[in-house]
């Protein structure tokens, strides 16, 4: 009788599990386990994380990791994901022109025209010209309302001045109102009101309660309050675009000032395969995609130097580097998953933090290398443990011999195991024939999908976004959840989340700190999902399908971290529906859902050879 | 027939005027409406809970001196949504502020300052 332990090391998740073999070789699963992948799949520093892994599931049964008598480790595919962002388009305003912002309690309605008159230099005015009056937080609501009661032209003196619109640091647009005699469209909440350059001709704008800005996001409307003539007009066309949307707004006319909207020099992809084909990154994620399937069998994919997409691929190539000691040139980019996307980046030279949604593209590519060092894991691994350590079995081989497990499969059968770095495809036939492959694009781009669309200041909230379903907190007893559903809770819900999006994890709720619509996250996630998981499935199987042609497969069975999603599997299920393919999410040994199927598989192998 | 104006209640005892003054600029500038009455009890959280009971919105705000305190209905003993003993311009501001915004249903402002 002897413990045998299955290891898969992945890109993100190192899975374990333990069988016990009795001498007439019969097997029992005692247990199992996950950790996150320390280091980068396929180097030394796995040796931790396997280590973790193990005593975790030998734990559960109340055992050490020295009672263990056999480690098999995968022989990995010496394929490793990465991914990168790169925006085609950017917006850059010299000499800060422009104020777009939402901020919560404006004052006014409609729209002015003045010249900015800095609350300090108010003795300045002079009687007949319209002005913008600016305050700092320095100032009171207060004091302001007294200086426009008592300088402005409704203060009943006749030489009073002129004031049309007010721009607020404070948030006091509403206490303003509430005490000045005149009724004019307030701004407030702008951070950066000391950039503000006194004398300089203005227009203001505060949308009706319910709307949005209406003549200042229109290029046509802010000619008409500023007198811009049709070259002028034409160089505010970006501020009008990234003001759409947004209540409250300022245009300034600065006569030196200049907006460009660049396009940045993109730069082209060269695909090196059974055809070389060049195509440029601007021509779109659906023409990239399919020039990679025209160019048959990709030996190696490179970009232009020095452009945007030739250093994505540089870095991502010099990253994987450290992974394969020898020459840069063994290792090759052997798939790319290009998908189009639109990123909200920081207008250099705005006023208020104001974004503009650029054009980008988001690739993921599949790095391989001559061969991963697995035996250098498993020396290290066996001097550490002290236990005898193997490297078996191909992946894509283990994989499917794991799903066989899930109740209800039999030959032939197709696996697609979804990751963190990479979708792969196997097709086992009835005579046990394994084809397979690997693509890029996995679990790791849709977050970075999400991250960028949302424009979330950190990757980990949007893995969280990724993995769990939202709520929005309506009051502090009950929470409405994105399927309309309500949901009442018997004590009250901690007031930081009110009002918020949250997530439903296992462990509580995440509120999302920045102020989206739950619709607009919902939507982001759900296409980033479909823009990479549906795509990949297709080109996966498509790739390993007899005569190429999905009809020719019956049953798929979904497995990897990513097949634990609770949207994923649903919309592969959807998609394959007209292909009348059997397809769900696997459940490896009837208990394990979708992991462990290679851990699983090492096991069972063992059991095989020793027969 | 008497018609009562939807408000949140400000329930005072021997309010310091300071405070008094930002937590109800707070709730002004969200264009809420707001009543302040004097009430004979030395709590902040018992004037809260009590305003918040009487408020038609079922928000409430109890001021004793300069310790403030805001509680919506509901709420159980000993859970308030803010309270502070000796509350800053801002926070003043912004217990204001939240008691609004606890009705319009957005978040609570934090202590950000501007």
């Known amino acids: 009788m002897s413990y045998i332990a299955g290891v898969d090391i992945g890109n993100s998740t190192t899975e374990v599990c333990v069988g016990e073999v009795t001498g007439n070789g019969n097997l029992t699963f005692l247990t199992s386990a996950s950790c996150p992948t320390t280091g980068t799949k396929g180097t030394i520093e796995n040796v931790y994380s396997v280590k973790n892994a193990l005593k975790l599931a030998m734990s559960r049964i109340g055992r050490e990791t020295s009672d263990i008598d056999l480690v098999r480790l995968n022989e990995a595919a010496p394929v490793i994901g990465d991914t990168a962002m790169e925006t085609l388009t950017e917006t850059v305003i010299t000499d800060s022109s422009m104020i777009g912002h939402n901020p919560s309690t404006p004052a006014g309605a409609g729209q002015a025209v003045g010249e900015i008159l800095l609350i300090g230099n108010i003795s300045r005015g002079v009687p007949g010209t319209p002005y913008i009056l600016a305050a700092s937080a320095e100032h009171s609501y207060e004091e302001v309302a007294a200086v426009v009661n008592q300088y402005g032209s409704g203060s009943g003196q006749h030489d009073g001045i002129d004031i049309v619109g007010i721009i607020l640091q404070a948030d006091e647009a509403v206490l303003v109102e509430n005490r000045i005699h005149k009724k004019v469209p307030i701004i407030d909440e702008v951070r950066r009101i000391d950039r503000l350059p006194d004398g300089v001709p203005a227009a203001i704008e505060v949308a009706l309660p319910g709307q949005t800005v209406r003549m200042l996001s229109n290029p046509y409307g802010i000619a008409t309050l500023l007198g811009l003539n049709a070259e002028e007009t034409r160089t505010v066309t970006p501020i009008a675009k990234s003001l759409i949307g947004k209540r409250s707004a300022v245009v300034l006319k600065t006569p030196g000032g200049n907006i460009h909207e660049n396009i940045l020099p993109a730069g082209e992809i060269y695909f090196h395969g059974d055809r070389n084909i060049t195509i440029n990154l601007d021509e779109g994620a659906d023409k990239i995609m399919a020039a990679a399937a025209d160019a048959g069998d990709i030996r190696d994919i490179s970009g232009q130097p020095d452009t945007n997409v030739g250093n994505m691929l540089s870095r991502i190539r010099t990253g994987m580097s450290e992974l394969d000691k020898s020459a840069e040139a063994d290792i090759r980019i052997t798939d790319i998953l290009a998908v189009d996307t639109l990123a909200p980046v920081l207008i250099s030279g705005a006023l208020a933090g104001e974004t503009c949604l650029e054009k980008a593209v988001g690739i993921a590519a599949m790095v391989k290398t001559q061969k991963l060092p697995m035996q250098e894991i498993a020396d290290r691994l066996k001097t550490e443990l002290n236990t005898e350590v193997k490297v078996a079995g191909v992946e894509a081989v283990m994989a499917s011999l794991g799903a066989l497990t899930t109740p209800g499969t039999k030959l032939p059968l197709a696996i697609l195991d979804m990751g963190g770095g990479s979708t792969d495809a196997a097709v086992i036939s009835d005579d046990g024939h394994v084809t397979m492959t690997h693509q890029a694009g996995a679990g790791e781009l849709v977050s970075m999908l999400i991250q960028t669309e949302l424009g979330l200041s950190d990757r980990h909230i949007a893995e969280q976004i990724k993995k769990y379903p939202l709520a929005k907190v309506e009051s502090l007893f009950h929470m409405r959840m994105e399927n309309g559903q309500m949901t009442f809770v018997d004590e009250s819900i901690d007031p930081r989340f009110f009002g918020r999006v949250v997530l439903l994890t296992e462990s509580g709720l995440i509120r999302i700190e920045e102020e989206i619509p739950m619709e607009k996250i919902v939507q982001v996630r759900r296409e980033a999902k479909r823009k990479v998981f549906v795509t990949n499935a297709f080109r996966a199987l498509r790739k390993v399908a007899p005569e190429h042609n999905l009809r020719n497969i019956s049953t798929v069975v979904l497995v990897g971290g990513s097949a634990e999603d609770f949207e994923i599997p649903e919309m592969l299920m959807e998609a394959f529906t007209d292909y009348r393919i059997v397809c769900g999410r696997g459940n490896i040994r009837g208990s394990e859902g979708p992991r462990n199927a290679v851990a699983t598989g090492l096991v069972l192998s063992y059991v095989g050879e020793q027969q | ?114």
């Open chain 2, 1 to 114: 027939m008497i018609i009562q104006r939807p408000s949140i209640f400000i329930y005072t005892h021997q309010a310091d005027p300071a405070v008094l003054k930002e937590v109800c600029a707070g709730v002004e500038e969200e264009g809420v409406f707001y009543d302040t009455v004097e009430f004979p009890d030395e709590c902040m959280e018992k004037l809260a809970y009590k305003a918040a009971r009487d408020s038609m919105l079922g928000s409430g705000i109890g001021i004793f001196g300069t310790a403030v305190c805001l509680k919506m209905r509901g709420l159980e003993k000993g859970r308030n949504i803010e309270s502070y003993l000796a509350p800053s311009r801002i926070q003043c501001r912004n217990i204001g502020a939240n008691s609004a915004r606890a009705i319009k249903k957005l978040p609570f402002k934090e202590d950000y300052g501007i």
